[in-house]
């Protein structure tokens, strides 16, 4: 809870528009107590409301208000009027006739980029892997990446940047083309065919929030080389898709590779790469429920085909997503958003274990903001609620028991109960494994053993500033398979792994949000908001222990704004609420050794900004 504490500071700053003036304030929400030393005394004229807490253990811009319209021009003479009239109409026939042609031709230009459907028969034909044959494969591979997903692909990438000359192996479990997985729980249930555009991964674009539309793959396949000239192992990179490294052996450097058929190829390599990534963690009070298909997970692009053909099957009103996390939260959004266009009367349920959606990674005042804005697009929240089972009862509807007592009923389940490292591979090596955390203990510079590297999810390294650490985010994917390439390469001395990575996530299209460094709510935290993007007053609301919002106000919203989170005197985290662009300022930050003032901090992030 929050409660008030006596420290208020007022400040003036003003900001030059076309028109006026503007004032600004600022509201603080704070979890340091009161009887902590204030965190500044110097501020002036700027207003603030400072409230403490207690410990716990992009949207589109906005449309700038247009100018009003044009005054009257003045009485003309009647002859003057009718001649103007017919000018007037003659070029609007004209104009109109071209104008019509024009966006015919854009409407049709348009339809033409749209990605083309798959066939409905062809959605589960099983592929053959890439070679087909084992003897295909080469017999050495310079640089061998276990796995073909973003950390190995960046990889790749800087290897063959440093070293042209190079042969890289990648080698994917996957049939399709290396490809970022972000889209798979936003822009995708914004395309008009979800299921058909999964169904064929190397040709899935999707549309970015800019309106161009992307290629969910990388590099389309005449990137690599063609499996026929893949023995020869010449410079370029080579794709094993369909294939999964069964065996590895660090001190031989040797690995096997088995795919389904019963094919087996051993060969040797120079430098191994570990991205295995990670897998979604299932809830095993819904076994029976995804053994019968009504409980599914997401992860990959084949999840996102399953997913999107059952949300197409005749009776399902009730989607519910088991889960409070980054994931379940804006795929909860996304589909509520798809269901809703639809017109259909379907709904989305969302069920977690906390207090709110978001609980564990935002102060409870955004966790409580977070809920109002997924319910206003439409998902029903049940908070507190505990699986202990889901059965699929006569009529195929999976029953949902809670550990309250009370029953959800939904046709389609969605698992987002988290992800554990894929490490089985690095264990059978004999690599070192992290207990606490998972993964592979790798030091600063991404190396687990000598010629072995790890970088991804499945990597647990050693960051200089913020400790130990695994982390499972698209940014740090990209920049620690970055990184792990170049010193695979040895061109260069090794460098150390000192990003700090982001992530972004969209509740909607009015709220987004991006973070850096270590977002958890048990950490205390400080954050600063501009009122002018806030419904309702906070300053000196509340008695102590008490939110805002139960003050007899209406509830307090937040638009835009910054979150600290510091470990000591430190800023361990930095996470803007609908601020964007502005990830370098909060890098810089994380660098600093002791915590700044952080009122003064916080306008280097303009919060009073649209």
Known sequence: ML???????????SRTRRDALQIFRVCNYSSVRGDDKPLSRKLRKFRTTVLAGERRAGPAPRTPPQPGPEPPPPAARRRRAWAALAALAASASLGGAYFYRKLTDERQRSRDAEPTPAPADATDAPEPPLPARAEDLPPHAEFLLVGAGT????????????????????????????????????ELWREPAPADAAARPDALTFRQWNGRRRSLAYEPA????????????????????????????????????????????????????????????????????AAAGRSLALRDVRDARRLARALDAPGVRTVAVVGGGFLATELSAALAARLAAEGAGRRVLQLFREEAPLARVLPPYLAAEAARRLEAEGVRLRARAEVLAGEVGAAGDVVLRLADGAEERAQLVVEC?????????????????????????????????????????????????????????HDHAVVSGRLAGENMAGVAPPRVYRHQSMFWSDLGPQLGYEAVGIVDSRLRTVGVFSAEATAGEAAGAGDAGQAPEHAGRAPQ???????????????????????????????????????????????LFAPQDE
């Open 151 to 186: 950390a190995a692909f960046a990889a790749m990438r800087a290897i063959r940047s440093a070293r042209p000359d190079a042969h890289v192996l990648l080698v994917g479990a996957e049939p399709a083309l290396p490809y970022m997985r972000p889209p798979l729980s936003k």
């Open 222 to 289: 005449a990137f690599y080389a063609p499996p026929e000239r893949m023995r020869a192992a010449g410079p370029g990179a080579a794709l094993a898709r369909g294939w999964r490294v069964e065996r590895l052996d660090p001190a031989a450097r040797r690995a096997v590779l088995a795919a389904p058929g019963g094919l087996r190829h051993e060969l040797s390599y120079g430098a191994a790469l570990l991205a295995t990534g990670a897998r979604p963690r299932r809830v095993p009070a819904l076994a029976a429920a």
């Open 557 to 603: 919203r937040y638009e835009r704004g910054v979150v600290f989170y510091l470990r000591e005197e430190r800023v361990v985290g930095v996470l803007l609420w609908n601020l964007f662009n502005r990830l370098h300022v909060a890098r810089q930050l994380l660098a600093l050794d002791a915590a700044p003032d952080l009122f003064e901090a916080a306008k």
């Open 3 to 13: 409660r008030a504490i006596a420290n208020v500071y007022i400040e003036s700053q």
């Open 417 to 473: 109960a988290g992800a554990e490292p894929a490490a089985e591979l690095a264990a059978a090596a004999g690599l070192e494994l992290d207990g606490a955390r998972g993964g592979v203990l790798v030091n600063g510079e991404l190396a687990a053993r000598a010629g072995l590297w790890a970088a991804g999810d499945v990597a647990s390294f050693y960051d200089e500033a913020l400790g130990r650490r695994r982390v499972e985010h």
